[in-house]
């Protein structure tokens, strides 16, 4: 069974920076792809940033265009530790932020569904004020 445990979430400035981390645990053989998603209050949850942990799409990654240039995601796979660093934050950003682990069998268009992934985090806050 995998597990996934947010932290790193907080309050910032606009125009400010903040790092989010998920830490994985269980056996690595079960996902190879994972992902950030996030919920503002009263909007569905959206996909942020994927990015493929193992395999032949290794370090592939994906961003939602509100976020390109801004937030970039890695992967330390020593740790099994994913990152999220968030640049350049403004308010629109605020919303709960959850991890996502899952297997893809090269079905890369799933990669900011919600579907595309099987195990998820609690979430952790994340605020940017104006």
């Known amino acids: 069974q995998v597990q996934l445990v947010e932290s790193g979430g907080g309050s910032v400035q606009s125009g400010g920076s903040l790092r989010v981390s998920c830490a994985a645990s269980?056996?690595?053989?079960?996902?190879?792809?994972m992902a950030w998603f996030r919920q503002a209050p009263g909007k569905e949850r959206e996909g942020v940033a994927a990015l493929y942990t193992r395999g032949a799409l290794s370090n592939l990654d994906y961003y939602a265009e509100s976020v390109k240039e801004r937030f970039s995601i890695s992967h330390d796979i020593t740790k099994n530790v994913m990152y999220l660093q968030m640049n350049s934050l403004k308010p629109d950003d605020t919303a709960v932020y959850y991890c996502?682990?899952?297997?893809?069998?090269?079905?890369?268009?799933?990669?900011?569904?919600?579907?595309?992934?099987?195990?998820w985090g609690q979430g952790t806050q994340v605020t940017v004020s104006s």
């Open positions: 269980g056996p690595p053989e079960s996902t190879n792809r």
């Open positions: 996502a682990a899952g297997f893809s069998y090269g079905d890369t268009w799933t990669a900011l569904r919600e579907g595309g992934y099987a195990y």
